[in-house]
């Protein structure tokens, strides 16, 4: 975690080169065959035409197992010819019509071992060439061993002790490979579908836009499209590119970005984004994006680089499965050894079966999905909702959270406060008391100040010049009107300007129990009046936090407001822990102190001035809109602003873990139980040995069981608690 | 012939052990180019061919992967000390580029772990 949260903190001061994304991008940059190695793969995915390799490699899956299933039937006929009525009779014990329909099955099993098994024996082959195992070299050794042994007992049956011990084996060759090239094919049908969410997002984006070029509209691909060309969009179109709105406007649906259901109105110089849907009105906007750079773009580059990152639960699984194919095999051959020196007769047979069987059922395929699989679809699910979920790390992280620190301004109120009361208490009026508290805050980019300046102009007030304007940061505002010296800000300042304040505090103290924010005015070391503005809580933020706490998490609010405010909008929401009189400098801090008191904790912020926390707390939620700073400070982003997405994050991430323990605990504990039973543990107990058939099921649908469950997440909605 | 299985056995395991875990060769040193990369082409079939690549330390390095392995194991390389994963899409040259400042070996593995390679980095 802590080299992550390092890039990300350095990333927030504009030097993101540390970070994996802008690794990746750098990776295009870098010379031109890097460049065109990009645009090919681009183009190659884009075109529905083409069938994907994967696709390709299904079909040619399939094919397979239908020619292994083909030939497993007369196998299966002539190794068992005594349990099949009908053919007990054509093909009797010992006939040499036996013998030679099994000689052609043997060879039949050699074609199905060669078409059918082909790629257990390139993939055995070329790790042995690097002294590598890999999942190809347990069947491969199994199902080969299965073939030679049963060739031996065919052709030179007096090598062998006893009579029973010259059985055949082809069945295993044929059955086992069809199974598990089934399993294969099986796998590449339900990996596609864990990744479709990344799909849906790549499939968004238009192929073609109409630009303006020497003043005709023409219909180009977006390719040739670049930064400053003006694109006309029409009602139900697709936007292509991101860019800047010129003229026109419309309302836009951009819940393919955002999660958020209801369309948002464009206007003149607002930001429209690639991929997202135009609904009512016509427009030109000027590109700002080219493709490959816009939103959309960095947040499928994201979201694939967060499916395929690893998780530390997965550390243990990394470890297991570097030793696993060795050890197997080591384990194969001991149980041989030991089957065939005290096991029952015929001993060799034992041996053989527990050897075999022992490879086959311990193919690690399914352990090495198991946390993959799980990670692809959560985090595709969280892209669906409008969460990017940038790692593995976070959610697992997230799911042991139990504390969330939520910054009050722009995370549970909207973040544009509004002017509300302007009270005289000197000699000025009260126009006259909002006059100079709009001048002076003019010069001013605290967003309190933009409340008064606009509270102002609205009723028509004019606005005075200021000069020797100085910010006070954490205080307030100083300047020169009309040649008195004014001052303008909270208590701290009249402190230290030692201006008595004290006949003014209940009046203060009321508003602030109404979850205003007072600011005090001083002309000229008199005070003149108390200003306040207040911040509207977001609709849903209550509802957000109660859910929150009833998934047992505690909520703490964390503001630069002054204690009563605070505690006001606090009440208000139903937090019952504030820090109230917070420097944005000290946010990270206080984020610290609860990790001190040994809290899990995750700060949600608006991802621009609460970097310092989002990176200090163990997961960062930033409430972003999509621009490339929230998301680059954070842990998980939500695309939307609404404190409900903190919730399903959440829900996302428990949900994501608990499938990933799921498919984990199944896929160990059926090697762990597998292979000790393999190699026939409970037989002399039990008299239970697995057939090698039965263990190449098992493997194949092991797979195949862990990526319906990792696809069981894609059911996933979100809980109403 | 019992004690020819359990010695035939035995003898196995010790060469399994040996072949799978034992000293390997040193690996391939990859080519500095003319603008100053570190250069080397591996091949992923089975495995990645070369699998241990010799690189300098504090000059950028250039892998050029070429998948010629159809089975979806194989699709994605993960550089976990790089914190860099990257997609290598069937049949086509995919480049990932790395600087690797500090000496020491840094694996790449394919998502499951079971194909293996190094990045050797020396001073």
Sequence with gaps: ?721 | MSAWVTGIGLFLIVGIAWFFWGPKGSGTKAEMTASGYQVQTVKVKGAYSPDTVIVQAGKPVRLEFIREDRSPCSEMVIFNDFQKSVTLPYGEKTVVELLPQKPGTYPFTCQMGMYKGKLVVKE
Aim: proline fraction near 4%.
């Design chain 1, 1 to 721: 975690m802590d080299t992550q949260k390092m890039s990300h903190a350095s990333s927030c001061h504009g030097q993101g080169s540390t970070h994996p994304m802008h690794h990746h991008a750098a990776s295009h940059d870098h010379g031109e065959e890097g460049r065109m190695a990009a645009a090919t793969m681009a183009k190659k995915k884009d075109d529905p035409a083409e069938t994907s390799p994967e696709e390709e490699e299904y079909h040619s899956l399939m094919r397979k197992w239908w020619f292994a299933f083909a030939i497993s039937i007369p196998t299966i006929l002539v190794s068992y010819p005594n349990f099949i009525p009908g053919i007990r009779d054509i093909l009797p014990a010992g006939s040499s019509l036996l013998w030679w329909s099994r000689v052609i099955v043997g060879l039949l099993n050699l074609v199905v071992l060669a078409y059918s098994g082909n790629q257990f024996f390139i993939g055995f082959w070329e790790g042995l060439k690097h002294r590598q195992a890999n999942m190809h070299t347990l069947i491969a050794i199994g199902v080969s061993a299965a073939w030679i042994y049963s060739g031996v007992a065919l052709l030179w049956p007096d090598l062998f002790p006893s009579k029973e011990m010259s059985e055949i084996y082809y069945d295993v060759t044929s059955v086992v490979t069809a199974l598990v090239v089934l399993g294969l094919a099986m796998e590449i049908r339900a990996r596609g579908r864990s990744s479709e969410a990344i799909k849906k997002l790549i499939g968004l984006q238009p192929k073609t836009a109409k630009v303006i070029r020497s003043g005709q509209e023409v219909e180009i691909p977006i390719e040739e499209i670049t930064v400053g060309d003006v694109i006309i969009v029409r009602p139900g179109e697709k936007i292509a590119l991101d860019g800047i709105v010129l003229e026109g406007s419309s309302s836009v649906d951009e819940s393919m970005l955002t999660g958020e259901s209801l369309p948002v109105q464009k206007e003149p110089g607002q930001e429209v984004f690639g991929g997202t849907l135009n609904k009512t009105g016509s427009f030109k906007f000027k590109v700002t994006k080219e493709q490959g750079e816009t939103a959309l773009a960095n947040i499928v580059e994201m979201v694939k680089q967060a499916q395929a990152s690893r998780i530390p639960v997965q550390k243990v699984v990394d470890q297991v499965s570097s030793i696993f194919t060795p050890t197997v095999i080591i384990l194969a051959i001991l149980g041989y050894i030991l089957w065939y020196n005290f096991g029952p007769e015929p001993s060799a047979m034992y041996a053989l079966i527990v050897a075999v069987t022992t490879l086959i059922i311990a193919c690690p395929c399914a352990l090495g999905m198991a946390t993959p699989m799980s990670l692809t679809t959560g985090i595709g699910k969280g892209a669906e909702n409008g969460i990017l979920i940038r790692s593995g790390e976070a959610l697992q992280v997230a799911k042991e959270l139990n504390t969330v620190v939520l910054d009050k301004t722009g995370t549970i109120t909207e973040g544009k406060p509004s002017l509300t009361d302007v009270v005289p208490t000197g000699g000025l009026s009260r126009n006259e008391i909002l006059r100079i508290a709009a001048s002076i805050e003019q010069g001013s980019e605290h967003p309190l100040a933009g409340a008064i300046v606009e509270g102002a102009k609205k009723e028509g007030i004019s606005l005075a010049e200021v000069t020797d304007f100085n910010a006070i940061p954490g205080h307030g505002v100083e300047g020169i009107i009309d040649g008195k010296r004014v001052v303008f800000g909270n208590i701290r300042l009249l402190q230290e300007e030692g201006i008595p304040y004290e006949h003014l505090q209940e009046l203060a103290l009321r508003l602030s129990d109404e979850g205003k924010t007072p600011m005090f005015l001083a002309v000229q070391g008199e005070m003149v009046g108390i200003v306040a503005v207040a911040d509207t809580v977001k609709e849903d933020s209550k509802e957000a936090i109660q859910q929150m706490k009833k998934m047992g998490l505690e909520v703490v609010m964390i503001t630069g407001d002054n204690e009563r405010t605070a505690q006001a909008i606090a009440k208000q929401v139903g937090i019952d822990r504030v820090f109230a009189n917070v420097l944005p400098q000290d946010k990270a801090h206080h984020v610290h102190q609860l990790q001190s008191e040994g809290k899990k904790v995750a700060m949600v912020g608006d991802g621009i001035n609460d970097a310092p926390a989002l990176t200090q707390a163990d997961v960062g939620i930033a409430i972003g809109t999509g621009t490339d700073v929230a998301i680059e400070a954070s842990d998980i982003t939500l695309m939307r602003g609404s404190l409900t997405g903190v919730v399903l994050a959440i829900q996302i991430s428990r949900a994501t873990m608990k499938n990933v323990y799921q498919n984990l605990f199944g896929a160990f504990i059926y090697n762990t139980i597998g292979i000790p039973i393999a190699l026939g543990l409970l037989y002399p107990l039990f008299g239970i040995l697995l057939s090698p058939l039965i263990a190449a099921a098992a493997m194949a649908f092991s797979s195949v069981t862990v990526i319906s469950n990792a696809n069981r997440l894609r059911k996933f909605k979100p809980k109403k608690i």
